[in-house]
C-alpha cells in the first residue's frame, strides 16, 4: 500500500493550522502543522513532506526566508505559500525561488486542496536530477556577457532557466546570487562568474 503524501502546514494562526489540517486530511493527506516559521523549518529539514504549505508573514522567521533554506536544504520538497499579505514583490520572489501555488487568505476550501494536489502533482512527475557544476558556471558566464540574459534572469527568475537541466536548489542559488552554496558545490568561482554573483546582490530589488 502506497503512503499518503505528506504535508506540513506552517502558519502562526492556530485558526489556519487547524482549517488547513482539515481540508487536506479530507483529501487524504498525511498533515502535520506547527506555529513558528522557525520550527517549521527545522521539522521541515529534519523529515521528509512531499509539500509544505507556508504563511509568508511570520513573527519569528520570515517566510521567504523558509522559503530559501528549504529550496537548499530539500529542493524535492513542493511549497505552496498561503498570505493574507500578498504584494506583486512577493509573489515574484515567491516564484523565482520555484514555489509551486500561491494563494491569499481567505482561501476556500477548494482553492487549498486544488493548490496540494497541483504542487504534489508536479513534484512527483518532476524528474531528479544532479548537480552538474558545468552547467551552473554555463550559466553564471552566459549572464556575465549577456547584458539580455542577465536582465531576464533578474526580471523572471527560474523560469528562464526552465530549458536547463538543473534541479531547483542550483536554480535557486544561481537568481538569489547565494555564493557559498555555488562555490560549496562547483568549486572556487572565476572573478567572471563571481562578479556577476556579486553584481546580481547589488541589483536585488525585493
Not at 524528474?127 to 542577465?150: D, H, Q, S, T
Request: glycine share 6%; hydrophobic share 45%.
Amino acid at each position: 500500500m502506497v503512503a499518503p503524501p505528506r504535508i506540513l502546514v506552517v502558519d502562526d494562526e492556530p485558526v489556519v493550522n487547524e482549517s488547513c489540517r482539515r481540508v487536506l486530511a479530507d483529501e487524504g493527506y498525511e498533515v502535520d502543522t506547527i506555529e513558528s516559521g522557525r520550527d517549521g523549518l527545522e521539522r521541515a529539514s529534519a523529515r521528509h513532506f512531499d509539500l509544505v504549505v507556508t504563511d509568508l508573514k511570520m513573527p519569528d522567521l520570515d517566510g521567504m526566508e523558509l522559503i530559501r533554506e528549504l529550496r537548499r536544504q530539500r529542493p524535492d520538497t513542493a511549497i505552496v505559500v498561503i498570505t493574507g499579505y500578498a504584494t506583486v514583490p512577493s509573489a515574484i520572489e515567491a516564484m523565482r525561488l520555484g514555489v509551486a501555488d500561491y494563494i491569499e487568505k481567505p482561501f476556500t476550501p477548494q482553492q487549498l486542496s486544488e493548490a496540494a494536489h497541483r504542487a504534489v502533482a508536479a513534484a512527483e512527475s518532476e524528474p531528479k536530477v544532479e548537480i552538474e557544476a558545468g552547467l551552473v558556471r554555463n550559466v553564471l558566464r552566459r549572464a556575465a556577457r549577456e547584458p539580455r540574459f542577465a536582465s531576464q534572469l533578474l526580471d523572471q527568475g527560474s523560469r528562464v532557466l526552465s530549458g536547463i537541466a538543473l534541479p531547483w536548489e542550483a536554480k535557486a542559488a544561481i537568481v538569489s546570487g547565494d555564493i557559498a552554496w555555488i562555490e560549496a558545490r562547483c568549486g572556487d568561482l572565476s572573478p567572471e562568474e563571481r562578479d556577476w554573483l556579486e553584481r546580481r546582490l547589488q541589483a536585488e530589488i525585493w
